[in-house]
Each structure stands twice: as C-alpha cells, then as structure tokens.
Nanobody, 124 residues
Framework: QVQLVESGGGLVQAGGSLRLSCVVSGSIVRVNVMGWYRQAPGKQRELVATIGSTSSTNYADSVKGRFTISRDNAKNTVYLQMSSLTPEDTAVYYC??????????????????WGKGTLVTVSS
C-alpha cells in the first residue's frame, strides 16, 4: 500500500510564502514523476508543477517565477515552495506521484497515486 500525505497548508496574507511537503510511504520500489495540482472552489483541478526522477521540472504559466518544486529522493518527499502568493492561489493542493510499488516477492505495480490534499488560503 502506498500513501501520499501532504502538509504545510494554511492561511497566509497576500505576498506571503508557504512551503508544502508531500511524503510518500509504503512498499516503494521507485518514485517516478511527482507533481502538485490544485483545485480552487468551483473550478477544475489544474496542474501546478511536476518534477521528474532526475529533477527536471515543469510549471504552469500562472506560477512560473513564484513557485519552486523540488524533491528529496532519499526521503521520498516532494516540496512546493510558494512565494508572492495571491488570493488566486487559494485552493486545495494535491500531491500526485507515479510510483512503482512491491506487491510480492515477484510482483510490482506501477500506478498514479494521490494525496488527500492540503488547503492553502491567501487573504487579500
């Protein structure tokens, strides 16, 4: 069983910063691409940033220059450093990962997993 648990959300004033963390746990063989997504009230979930296993990154245009995604492979953790936050960044932020897990001594499974999300609220 693989779990992704986000933390670090909260209430922050516009212009402020927050750092989100996502820890992957379970019978992990390999963590491939990881990503952060967000869903604002009344809107669809959208991509924020992704990071590959070799730390190549990709960002949504709306967060470029303000957000930084990083990962610590030894800790199976991915981070999202957010700065210059605006009320438009208010959303539930979800962590996702493409993960290879061990099912048995001879069997592995690869699939996408999601965390339950952490709420980020930016006040004006």
């Amino acid at each position: 069983q693989v779990q992704l648990v986000e933390s670090g959300g909260g209430l922050v004033q516009a212009g402020g910063s927050l750092r989100l963390s996502c820890v992957v746990s379970g019978s992990i063989v390999r963590v491939n691409v990881m990503g952060w997504y967000r869903q604002a009230p009344g809107k669809q979930r959208e991509l924020v940033a992704t990071i590959g296993s070799t730390s190549s990154t990709n960002y949504a245009d709306s967060v470029k220059g303000r957000f930084t995604i990083s990962r610590d492979n030894a800790k199976n953790t991915v981070y999202l450093q957010m700065s210059s936050l605006t009320p438009e960044d208010t959303a539930v932020y979800y962590c996702s990962g493409n993960i290879v897990s061990k099912m048995s001594e001879t069997t592995m499974k690869i699939m996408d997993y999601w965390g339950k999300g952490t709420l980020v609220t930016v006040s004006s």
